[in-house]
């Protein structure tokens, strides 16, 4: 095992995809010379060459574009959206090429690509550096979505994301980068896209998250458990699209209780298909309301840290809803 942050695991990761396999190109926005913005690929233009490491212009849906062409050619494209709130140029690449390109061709062709994408808030990134956009691309058939939330997950999904025969939308949360650390063994394995993993076991309740708020779930429920003795079970998601239904019903079976937590705004969010999934297929099963806690519906999150904490859930509120329920 060897300790490392999620921003060294997916550089690792990247690194050691490049070195294998010649067909994994990587290409974007200031990755080549600069080592990415928040340097995920420092190092790879002298390692492995402007051939296979390419500076794109700014432009979102050309990257996208060219990833494509890449793919249908043979070759293993991981593409870098440098802000997940710019991927919007490109949203007709990804919903009428991307995903549809196995769809059309009547399975004759996939798109062996990878779209990486810093996403969400708690950065001071203001309105266009804090967004979450997993709501928008889980809604596409034919497109994997994927928001690992720790080194360990990174890691393994990242494998297994640039070895998928078709495509997949990788979603970083720019706050877990640095903050979140975790052993990652050293021998290669891979976690599988479309399986959720329980992080915290536990009877009286069921907490289903993911990304940051994963961790802020964790942090409450081990502060409930110490002090009020109730022991909240935290499943992480971690692939939005193909949702694991069956990892989240036997949770929620399991405990009678559920909540579902997520940063982006609470309406239409991939949280509210989750709490939808609970009641259509669980409801007998509950003993009580399905509680759902997501950022406020506003158009974007504020520069200022008092409006990143009005936007943001935090530790102390998802304990209270927490309480609330497991009392109900």
Do not use: W
């Amino acid at each position: 095992m060897t300790e490392k942050n999620v921003v060294t695991a997916i550089h690792d990761t990247l690194h050691e995809r490049m070195a294998a396999d010649e067909r994994v190109v990587i290409l974007g926005e200031d990755i080549a010379t600069r080592g990415g913005v928040f340097r995920v690929t420092q190092g790879f233009l002298d390692e492995f060459g402007e051939e296979r490491v390419i500076d794109t212009p700014i432009a979102e849906g050309m990257i996208v574009g060219v990833a494509v062409g890449m793919a249908l050619h043979g070759l293993l494209p991981v593409a870098e959206i440098e802000f997940a709130d710019f991927i919007h140029p490109a949203f007709d690449q990804m919903v009428s090429e991307v995903s549809r390109m196995r769809y059309r061709t009547n399975g004759d062709f996939g798109l062996p690509m990878v779209v990486r994408a810093p996403y969400g808030g708690g950065v001071h990134g203001a309105l266009y550096h804090s967004q979450s956009i997993e709501a928008f691309y889980g809604h596409i058939p034919g497109l994997k979505v994927v928001v690992p939330s720790t080194p360990y997950d990174a890691t393994g999904m990242l494998r297994a994301a640039i070895d998928d025969p078709d495509p997949v939308l990788f979603l970083e949360h720019k706050r877990t980068y640095r903050l979140i650390k975790g052993d990652v063994p050293d021998e290669p394995f891979v976690v599988p896209i479309g399986k959720a993993d329980v992080k915290r076991e536990g009877d009286d309740l069921s907490v289903i998250s993911y990304g940051l708020m994963l961790h802020v779930c964790l942090e409450a429920a081990s502060r409930l458990q110490d002090q009020e003795g109730v022991k909240a079970e935290v499943v992480d998601v971690r692939t939005i699209n193909p949702l694991d239904t069956e990892t989240i019903l036997t949770s929620v079976r399991k405990t009678g209780k559920a909540m579902v937590v997520y940063e982006d705004n609470r309406t239409y969010g991939a949280g509210a298909e989750i709490a939808a999934t609970i009641a259509e297929e669980a409801m007998f099963d509950l003993d009580g309301p399905i509680v759902r806690i997501g950022g406020p519906d506003v158009p974007a999150m504020g520069f200022a840290t008092n409006l990143e904490h009005a936007f943001l859930p935090d530790a102390d509120r998802i304990y209270t809803h927490m309480l609330e329920l497991a009392r109900f």
